[in-house]
Each structure stands twice: as C-alpha cells, then as structure tokens.
C-alpha cells in the first residue's frame, strides 16, 4: 500500500481482556517495529522483525505482550490479560533496509492504535 | 547505551520569528540522528536526518538542524515559523555501535511541543 495502515485507530477494553492490534507495512519493506507512545514517555520500543530473521523481542515489557508476522508482511501484536498502565498508543513502522546503509534508513509510521483499558 | 534528551516539554514562539527545538544525545559509537514531526491524530513524519559530511542538515518544510559532536546535540531550526509548524517533535538517535532493536531502530526522546502563536 501507499502507507502503513494500523487497525483498529481505537480500541476501549476492560482490564483483563486480550487485544489484538493489527499493522499492514508499506509493501516490499522488510523490516517491521513496533513502539509504544505513552503520555510523557516519549516512544517506548517493542519488538522488530526483518525478513525471515528470528524477531527481537527485547522491548517487551511483559510476557503478556507477543506478537508475530505472517509471510514478512502483515504483523499482529496481541496483549493478553490488559492491564490499565497497556493504555497507550501503539505505532508500527516500516522500512526498507538497503545492504551497506543500515541505521541510515528512515522509518515509515502508520498512524497508531490508541488502547484505553477500562 | 543509548539516550536522547529533549529539555523543553513545550515551546513556543511568535509567527514569523525564528525558532529552535533543542536535543541533545549521548552514545557509544557514531550517531545517526533524526528529527520526526507528529501531527495530532497522525502517525511521526520523518522531518531530517545526518548520517555524516554537513554538520548542516536541511529536511522538509524549511527545517534545518546542526550536529554538534562536542556539544552532543542536534537542535532543530527554522528561520520564520509558521502556525501549521506547531505539532510534537522528536529527536531520535541510532548508536552504530549498539547491537539489537533493529537495524534502522531508533532511541527517541520524550518529545517536544512547539506552539506557534498567530
């Protein structure tokens, strides 16, 4: 697509309940992120993919926090179990990482799914 | 490790005056640093970047920012501002020599709003 589209934009759930919040990457980039933006708190990194890689997971806050990509494209992160402190906005981003020009590449963001937990 | 500091939560500035957005950074290796601009309700939007040459790095919308490895910084400026110029702003930092988080994955600061005033 023409962007990283994220769905759904809002999501309200009462504390306790999984959620699943869905990230489309810009098509043929092969390097996935995903952030989290909290009021104050700048943007917090999740986990990265890049082509058929194992994932770094080291952003992680949690065992409740997981996500995947299916066939390098489309990536779903799941929270299960919500807690009120999960409240935040949850950015994905794409790019397409050229060989010799790593770090250097600029970072595409979908516009983010806002999680209130109830 | 790596770590970005923006020190104004807000700043604000007369249209037409010229205004600066501060960052300073500290890191291990060589920097890549980034501006991002973030609209209400919108994903970040990638504003500039240095990766190496110009300590003067000229972005979108007449921004321009300058890398200072002795001060550690790299503020961002425009000469006139305007009052579609006012959103959150973030620097961003990648250290070359930091291993994890994704090849082109960035330490972001808190974020800065600028307020132009009409």
């Known amino acids: 697509g023409a962007g990283v589209s994220q769905s759904p934009s809002n999501k309200v759930t009462e504390k306790g309940k999984d959620v699943e919040l869905r990230c489309d990457p810009i098509?043929?980039?092969?390097?996935l992120y995903w952030y989290r933006q909290s009021l104050g708190q700048g943007l917090e990194f999740l986990i990265y993919?890049?082509?058929?890689?194992?994932?770094?997971k080291s952003g992680l806050p949690s065992d409740r926090f997981s996500a995947e990509r299916t066939g390098g494209s489309v990536s779903t992160l799941t929270i299960q179990r919500t807690q009120q402190e999960d409240s935040a906005v949850y950015l994905c981003?794409?790019?397409?990482?050229?060989?010799?020009?790593?770090?250097?590449?600029?970072?595409?963001f979908g516009a983010g799914s806002r999680l209130t937990v109830l | 490790a790596q770590s970005v500091a923006q020190p104004e939560d807000q700043v604000n500035v007369a249209e037409g005056n010229p205004l600066t957005v501060k960052c300073t950074y500290s890191?291990?290796?060589?920097?890549?640093l980034f501006w991002y601009v973030q609209y209400p309700n919108r994903g970040l939007q990638f504003l500039l970047k240095?990766?190496?040459?110009?300590?003067l790095v000229k972005g979108s919308y007449g921004f321009e920012a300058e890398f200072n490895k002795s001060q550690t910084s790299f503020h961002l400026k425009k000469p006139s501002a305007l009052v579609s110029d006012s959103a959150l702003y973030f620097c961003?930092?990648?250290?070359?020599?930091?291993?994890?988080?994704?090849?082109?994955?960035?330490?972001f600061g808190k974020g800065t709003h600028l307020i132009i005033q009409p």
């Open positions: 981003a794409s790019s397409l990482v050229i060989r010799g020009s790593s770090g250097a590449n600029v970072l595409t």
């Open positions: 098509s043929g980039h092969t390097a």
């Open positions: 993919f890049q082509g058929n890689s194992a994932p770094d």
């Open positions: 890191v291990s290796g060589n920097p890549y």
């Open positions: 240095y990766i190496t040459g110009d300590n």
């Open positions: 961003a930092v990648r250290d070359m020599k930091r291993t994890g988080g994704g090849a082109d994955g960035l330490t």
